[in-house]
């Protein structure tokens, strides 16, 4: 199988896990120490995903430079979603989750 699908794959199954635990925050009601360890364990899933099987897998695939230029120009873009989102939380009542969605 083609080394770009297999990344691509592996990627989106924390996508996947963050979307399902996003329907889930809208289905039962959680108090925040729940959901905060909710997510930092969603999180530690992502970042060993990404340091054990995509990034070595990825370098060996292509050019390391266009690798660390695209992780550098998604985590920018996160930032800028991140300000976007803040300032209109105060708009909707209850806005947490859906931005959640969101980043």
Do not use: C
């Amino acid at each position: 199988m083609n080394q770009f699908i297999i990344v691509m794959l592996l990627a989106s199954i924390p996508a996947f896990g963050k979307f399902g635990g996003g329907i889930a925050a809208e289905l039962f009601k959680l108090s925040q120490r729940t959901l905060g360890i909710a997510l930092h364990g969603a999180t530690g899933v992502i970042f060993a995903v990404i340091s054990i099987e995509l990034i070595p897998r990825s370098f060996a695939a292509s050019n390391p430079l266009l690798i660390t230029l695209t992780f550098i120009a998604g985590g920018l873009f996160f930032i800028l979603i991140d300000q976007f989102i803040i300032p209109k939380r105060s708009l909707v009542k209850d806005a947490s989750v859906w931005a959640y969605f969101l980043q």
